[in-house]
Nanobody, 128 residues
């Protein structure tokens, strides 16, 4: 079982980057999924999450309107499209799976406590 985040990178302020989180060994569409980030010297914070069985998403206030989280069930992958990046978006980004459901929809949560399986993080640096 594995959650593999794509490579991050160095992006200029105002630039864009898309992160992916690919699952292997299990079917990601049956789980709520969250993206989290941790900047140096700071606590880890939730960035966004996506529901099971729907495309509903939630975002932390600081990224609303700039970040978009989506699923591609055929690819067994979730994505985080990050636009208008700011230096304060620099962090190690990680994806994680939360609640499981085969049939019913489950609303996702931005609470870290709701997530139990974590992928490795990937570093995103926003700097000129």
């Amino acid at each position: 079982l594995q959650l593999q985040a794509s490579e991050g990178g160095l992006v200029q302020p105002g630039g864009s980057l898309r992160l992916s989180c690919a699952a292997s060994g299990f079917t990601l569409e049956y789980y709520t999924v969250g993206w989290f980030r941790q900047a140096p010297g700071k606590e880890r914070e939730a960035v966004s999450c996506i529901d099971v069985r729907t495309t509903s998403t939630k975002y932390v206030a600081s990224v609303k309107g700039r970040f978009t989280m989506t699923r591609d069930n055929d690819e067994n992958t979730v994505y985080l499209e990050m636009n208008s990046l700011k230096p304060e978006d620099s962090a190690v980004y990680s994806c994680a799976t939360g609640h499981f459901s085969l049939a019913s929809s489950i609303e996702c949560s931005l609470s870290e406590d709701e997530y139990s399986y974590w992928g490795q993080g990937t570093l995103v640096t926003v700097s000129s």
